[in-house]
Structures are given as structure tokens and as C-alpha cells.
């Protein structure tokens, strides 16, 4: 089967659909959520009975801040063991990048003397030269003298050497 490409329109008209189908599904949940939420509201907070008199009244407030304070502990003991997980969390966080190690950027490669580098690492305080040639020992160069009759006359030379070429032609 040779793959097509799809219609801007028809691609246009299937995201559209699947646009409408997503936002019917999220409505839904809402009125799922809300539905949940009244149903758990009107099981654990019935709706007051305020007919009665002062004592009847007295005693429904009191059980009333009863349930509010076990509700206030129960709120303090999950925070305290949210606190506690997401510390656990942060600790093994930072175990995993001790494991894994820290990964060092590339250098970049600047340009400096070797002065200028102590400089800036020892400080101002710190002369110190880096100039190597200063440091080192002088040597006087010993001169040696060729003799000079050796070289001779460059032109008896040639001489010489033209009568070699007459000898090999002669012959």
C-alpha cells in the first residue's frame, strides 16, 4: 500500500475531531470530580441539625472542634511525612550526582604568557619572571681559527684543474 500524504483540509478536519473528542472527555471528568467531591462532602459533613436547644447546640459545636483537631493532627502528620519523602528524595538526589559525578565543561583555550598566568594566579603581590634566557649561565664560544693557505688562491685552482681536463683529452 503506497503511503499518501493526507489534505491540509482533511488533516485539518481529523485534528479538529480529535480536538472535539479530548474536550468532551476533560467536561466529563470535571462533572466526575465534582460529582465525587459533593458525594464525599455530604458522607463525612452531613448538613447541621441547628433545631434544639443551648445545650444540644453546645455539645454539636463541641464535637465539631473534636473532629477539626483530629482533622488538624491528621493534615500535620501527612505534612511532616511529605517533608520527611521529599528530604529523602533531595538526599538521594544529591547520591546520584555523587555517583555519577560531575561532568566537567570543556576548556577553552586563552591565549596567555606564562607571566601574566602566575600573575593571576598568585596574585600582584608575587613577582615572578618568567623570562628562562635571563637565568641561564653565559658561555664565552670558543673562535676556531682555519688556516687560511689552505683555501689558497681561487684561481690557481681552476687552473689546476683545467690542466686535469687536458690530460683526459689527450688521451
Known amino acids: ?3 499518501k500524504k493526507m489534505n491540509s483540509s482533511r488533516r485539518h478536519h481529523l485534528k479538529s475531531l480529535i480536538l472535539q473528542i479530548a474536550q468532551k472527555w476533560l467536561d466529563q471528568e470535571k462533572a466526575e470530580d ?3 467531591k459533593e458525594a464525599y462532602m455530604a458522607e463525612k459533613c ?3 441539625t441547628l433545631s434544639g436547644d443551648h445545650n444540644t447546640l453546645m455539645e454539636y459545636c463541641k464535637k465539631l472542634h473534636a473532629i477539626i483537631d483530629r482533622i488538624d493532627e491528621e493534615r500535620y502528620d501527612i505534612a511532616s511525612k511529605v ?3 521529599d528530604k529523602e528524595i533531595e538526599d538521594l538526589n544529591i547520591k546520584v550526582v555523587d555517583l555519577r559525578g560531575v561532568k566537567k565543561p570543556a576548556l577553552k583555550k586563552v591565549r596567555m604568557s606564562a607571566d601574566t598566568m602566575l600573575k593571576a594566579l598568585l596574585g600582584s603581590k608575587h613577582t615572578v619572571n618568567m623570562d628562562l634566557r635571563a637565568n641561564l649561565k653565559q658561555v664565552k ?5 682555519e688556516p687560511t693557505e689552505a683555501a689558497g688562491d681561487w684561481r690557481k685552482n681552476i687552473e689546476d684543474k683545467a690542466d686535469r681536463k687536458k690530460m683526459f683529452e689527450t688521451s
Open 141 to 145: 664560544k670558543e673562535v676556531k681559527e
Open 1 to 3: 500500500m503506497s503511503e
Open 34 to 36: 465534582v460529582a465525587a
Open 83 to 85: 517533608q520527611k519523602a
Open 46 to 48: 452531613p448538613p447541621p
